[in-house]
């Protein structure tokens, strides 16, 4: 490989810089770690792709990539390609965040084999922005740094090295300012990729891979984004990146090109030598032409170059056409390649690799290591749980307010409620009210775990916290403000507004009683939600559950009247349990038939018992088969205490278990 190695050099070494700004170095600069080399041999990777519908499915072996090659030094690496030319599997197989099904070769760092803990101790920046909208920059790099950098290295080191990158990111006039949600303005595009990069600069990492990051920005600053990688790559770093259609000025850039179609290697080595390389195989470039274009066209058949076949003239070509056309073209440019000069130099500087090194590489491994203790990132997962939660009014402080407004609408329409008949289906409608409103109030923790979804899994694969970690610091953040204070404040409207029973312990009771439906429902909220990934689907099935729980409540059926096959059904029920405490607190103790009216209604027992209707609570809950005892009463609170571990349990396995790697 001597002439990719003299090209190289003579690459790093240019000294014009693009336009690039020369800064003076530090000790908190973004300089590589003497650089690395990452070699990739022989790589094939297949997946298990599903066809058809429903019962008539099948289970399709689909090939991503096959015996791919090649060697990254310090510099840009350009992965480029077509979309489903399989460069991001490519990126994520080196970066060892694929699932390891399916996957085959080898993946060596400096001739070593790659180390168990290589996601951690790398970078890698995703294509969707996966930073915090509602924090500003500088507290996103400060909790990267916080979680990242080892308890051995001191805050204001680690305030120093934040405010390095930031300063060599080009990012202190924007440092705190937050980085912007769809609620909130924030940063502009460019600003937001650079912040992602800088996150992962934190750990000062040899190697840097990213997924396609000039996605979704304008020409002007893909280009800047692309300039800050250049000098990145000057200091030592290994920079390496799939890119879809890159314009000339970025382009020109690229040290090292790694070129795929349909999962074969077209073309790797040095970007400058590219067009040269398809000359010699046939394919002219156009005057004034976009090399990346002109090495797309040829991929799909579409260039003048191409001596195009007798299908690509007919215009009624089918996509199933198309597609083996193309796989068949990818097959010849691929056999091209294989006889080049280019690839017995590849293959000639791999073996030498491999034959220096003893030990059998595996290409993934999934073991995530961290730089500190489980309380350390329970401190700092928590803490920015809660500015998260506090910079989302819309989330918070609405919620809040929608409780109050809601308790004053249901406590003007039950207000004043009287020890009458009418005053016995009205508190049994209140209590029915209050234990369904707790339930589906709670839908809105759903999205606790799904939006985050993209975050949680970036920064678990990186080693910045536990999933143990993350979850006890989302249930701090949703069930104690989202949960708990609009219970209380529901409580304390509703309670005094409809005049029940005026004790002490009848309103804590009550109090502590919606507190428990509240916790119980949003923890089956959050066993649904958990693992998945679109909110409509999780809501789907959240209202679906609620509703059957809501016929066993009690109220729209007598349950002493269900059949036995289906009497089960109640146990499984959260309205039934806060609605039977809530009834057995209220309603003991209370006589309904005092005034003149009800007296002569219910003088005639044989007519009490038509009518339906009951002189005491007592009597109600014994028709209703409640056990109005003390024990009745508790029993319900451990009921859903029960429940609340139960689903907790599964929300937590579901998370811990759930698919992280692509």
Same mark, same amino acid.
């Given at each position: 490989?001597?002439?990719?190695?003299?090209?190289?050099?003579?690459? $790093?070494?240019? +000294?014009?810089?693009?336009?690039?700004?020369?800064?003076?170095?530090?000790?908190?600069? %973004?300089?590589?770690?003497?650089?690395?080399?990452?070699?990739?041999?022989?790589?094939?990777?297949?997946?298990?792709?599903?066809?058809?519908?429903?019962?008539?499915?099948?289970?399709?072996?689909?090939?991503?990539?096959?015996?791919?090659?090649?060697?990254?030094? !310090?510099?840009?690496?350009?992965?480029?390609? #077509?979309?489903?030319?399989?460069?991001?599997?490519?990126?994520?197989?080196?970066?060892?965040?694929?699932? #390891?099904?399916?996957?085959?070769?080898?993946?060596?760092?400096?001739?070593?084999?790659? !180390?168990?803990?290589?996601?951690?101790?790398?970078?890698?920046?995703?294509?969707?922005?996966?930073?915090?909208?509602?924090?500003?920059?500088?507290?996103?790099?400060?909790?990267?740094?916080?979680?990242?950098? #080892?308890?051995?290295?001191?805050?204001?080191?680690?305030?120093?090295?934040?405010?390095?990158?930031?300063?060599?990111?080009?990012?202190?006039?924007?440092?705190?300012? &937050?980085?912007?949600?769809?609620?909130?303005?924030?940063?502009?595009?460019?600003?937001?990729?650079?912040?992602?990069?800088? *996150?992962?600069?934190?750990?000062? !990492?040899?190697?840097?891979?990213?997924?396609? +990051?000039?996605?979704?920005?304008?020409?002007?600053?893909?280009?800047?984004?692309?300039?800050?990688?250049?000098?990145?790559?000057?200091?030592?770093?290994? /920079?390496?990146?799939?890119?879809?259609?890159?314009?000339?000025?970025?382009?020109?850039?690229?040290?090292?090109?790694?070129?795929?179609?349909?999962?074969?290697?077209?073309?790797?080595? +040095?970007?400058?030598?590219?067009?040269?390389?398809?000359?010699?195989?046939?394919?002219?470039?156009?005057?004034?032409?976009?090399?990346?274009?002109?090495?797309?066209?040829?991929?799909?058949?579409?260039? =003048?170059?191409?001596?195009?076949? @007798? *299908?690509?003239?007919?215009?009624?070509?089918?996509?199933?056409?198309?597609?083996?056309?193309?796989?068949?073209?990818?097959?010849?440019?691929?056999? @091209?390649?294989?006889?080049?000069?280019?690839?017995?130099?590849?293959?000639?500087?791999?073996?030498?690799?491999?034959?220096?090194?003893?030990?059998?590489?595996? =290409?993934?491994?999934?073991?995530?290591?961290?730089?500190?203790?489980?309380?350390?990132?329970?401190?700092?997962?928590?803490?920015?749980?809660?500015?998260?939660?506090?910079?989302? +009014?819309?989330?918070?402080?609405?919620?809040?307010?929608?409780?109050? %407004?809601?308790?004053?609408?249901?406590?003007?329409?039950?207000?004043?409620?009287?020890?009458?008949?009418?005053?016995?289906?009205?508190?049994?409608?209140?209590?029915?009210?209050?234990? =369904?409103?707790?339930?589906?109030?709670?839908?809105?923790? /759903?999205?606790?775990?799904?939006?985050?979804?993209?975050?949680?899994?970036?920064?678990?694969?990186?080693?910045?916290?536990?999933?143990?970690?993350?979850?006890?610091? &989302?249930?701090?953040?949703?069930?104690?403000?989202?949960?708990? /204070?609009?219970?209380?404040?529901?409580?304390?409207?509703?309670?005094?507004? %409809?005049?029940?029973?005026?004790?002490?312990?009848?309103?804590?009771?009550?109090?502590?009683?919606? $507190? $428990?439906?509240?916790?119980?429902?949003?923890?089956?909220?959050?066993?649904?939600?958990?693992?998945?990934?679109?909110?409509?689907?999780?809501?789907?099935?959240?209202?679906?559950?609620?509703?059957?729980?809501?016929?066993?409540?009690?109220?729209?059926?007598?349950?002493?009247?269900?059949?036995?096959?289906?009497?089960?059904?109640?146990?499984?029920?959260? !309205?039934?349990?806060?609605?039977?405490?809530?009834?057995?607190?209220?309603?003991?103790?209370?006589?309904?038939?005092?005034?003149?009216?009800?007296?002569?209604?219910?003088?005639?027992?044989?007519?009490?018992?038509?009518?339906?209707?009951?002189?005491?609570?007592?009597?109600?809950?014994?028709?209703?088969?409640?056990?109005?005892?003390?024990?009745?009463?508790?029993?319900?609170?451990?009921?859903?205490?029960?429940?609340?571990?139960?689903?907790?349990?599964?929300?937590?396995?579901? %998370?811990?278990?759930? @698919?992280?790697?692509?």
């Amino acid at each position: 490989m001597a002439e990719g190695q003299t090209h190289l050099s003579i690459q $790093m070494s240019d +000294p014009n810089t693009n336009g690039i700004p020369s800064r003076k170095q530090s000790s908190l600069d %973004l300089r590589g770690r003497g650089g690395s080399t990452l070699t990739f041999h022989n790589i094939c990777y297949h997946v298990k792709v599903k066809t058809g519908f429903l019962c008539c499915q099948k289970t399709v072996d689909k090939e991503v990539l096959r015996d791919v090659n090649g060697i990254m030094r !310090p510099g840009l690496n350009a992965i480029l390609g #077509p979309t489903g030319s399989g460069k991001s599997s490519l990126l994520d197989v080196l970066a060892a965040r694929k699932d #390891p099904h399916g996957l085959s070769g080898d993946i060596l760092i400096n001739g070593a084999p790659q !180390p168990a803990n290589f996601k951690c101790t790398s970078g890698y920046v995703v294509q969707d922005d996966v930073v915090m909208g509602t924090l500003t920059v500088r507290e996103n790099l400060k909790f990267s740094a916080a979680l990242r950098l #080892p308890k051995s290295v001191k805050e204001q080191e680690k305030n120093e090295r934040v405010n390095q990158i930031i300063k060599e990111l080009g990012l202190s006039k924007v440092a705190d300012s &937050k980085v912007g949600t769809q609620f909130i303005r924030g940063v502009s595009g460019g600003e937001r990729k650079r912040t992602n990069i800088g *996150m992962e600069l934190i750990t000062d !990492p040899a190697i840097l891979f990213l997924d396609e +990051p000039t996605t979704g920005l304008d020409a002007s600053t893909a280009n800047a984004v692309l300039l800050l990688l250049k000098r990145m790559s000057k200091q030592g770093k290994t /920079i390496i990146f799939s890119i879809h259609q890159p314009r000339y000025s970025i382009f020109r850039l690229f040290d090292n090109l790694t070129l795929l179609a349909a999962g074969r290697v077209l073309y790797h080595g +040095p970007s400058q030598h590219a067009i040269q390389y398809f000359q010699s195989i046939g394919y002219e470039c156009e005057p004034y032409n976009n090399p990346a274009d002109f090495f797309l066209d040829i991929i799909n058949g579409d260039s =003048t170059a191409v001596a195009m076949s @007798k *299908m690509d003239e007919t215009n009624a070509e089918s996509t199933e056409e198309r597609i083996e056309y193309e796989k068949n073209l990818a097959e010849k440019l691929a056999e @091209k390649y294989s006889n080049s000069v280019y690839y017995q130099e590849t293959k000639a500087a791999l073996q030498n690799i491999s034959l220096g090194n003893k030990k059998k590489s595996k =290409t993934i491994f999934r073991q995530i290591t961290y730089a500190n203790s489980f309380l350390h990132q329970l401190k700092w997962v928590s803490k920015r749980t809660f500015k998260n939660l506090l910079g989302n +009014p819309q989330a918070s402080i609405a919620q809040v307010c929608v409780t109050a %407004l809601l308790g004053l609408v249901v406590g003007a329409i039950f207000f004043g409620l009287k020890e009458d008949s009418a005053g016995l289906q009205n508190r049994v409608g209140a209590m029915f009210f209050l234990t =369904t409103n707790q339930c589906f109030s709670s839908i809105s923790a /759903i999205e606790l775990f799904i939006v985050e979804k993209k975050i949680f899994t970036h920064e678990y694969i990186s080693g910045y916290y536990r999933t143990s970690a993350y979850f006890i610091s &989302k249930l701090m953040a949703d069930l104690i403000p989202m949960r708990t /204070i609009p219970s209380i404040i529901f409580t304390c409207i509703i309670y005094f507004m %409809l005049g029940l029973k005026p004790t002490v312990e009848a309103f804590f009771t009550m109090m502590f009683t919606l $507190m $428990m439906v509240s916790y119980t429902a949003t923890s089956m909220a959050l066993a649904i939600a958990a693992g998945q990934s679109v909110v409509a689907v999780a809501n789907l099935l959240m209202t679906i559950t609620f509703v059957f729980m809501i016929i066993f409540s009690g109220l729209l059926v007598n349950l002493t009247s269900v059949m036995s096959w289906l009497s089960w059904l109640k146990y499984f029920s959260i !309205p039934r349990y806060g609605m039977t405490a809530l009834e057995i607190n209220e309603l003991t103790g209370l006589n309904f038939c005092n005034s003149s009216s009800d007296t002569n209604l219910t003088s005639n027992h044989s007519y009490q018992r038509t009518s339906q209707l009951w002189c005491t609570g007592d009597e109600y809950l014994r028709n209703q088969g409640i056990d109005a005892s003390s024990w009745g009463l508790w029993q319900n609170h451990l009921a859903l205490a029960c429940m609340t571990v139960i689903f907790l349990t599964l929300a937590y396995l579901k %998370l811990h278990f759930m @698919k992280k790697f692509s």
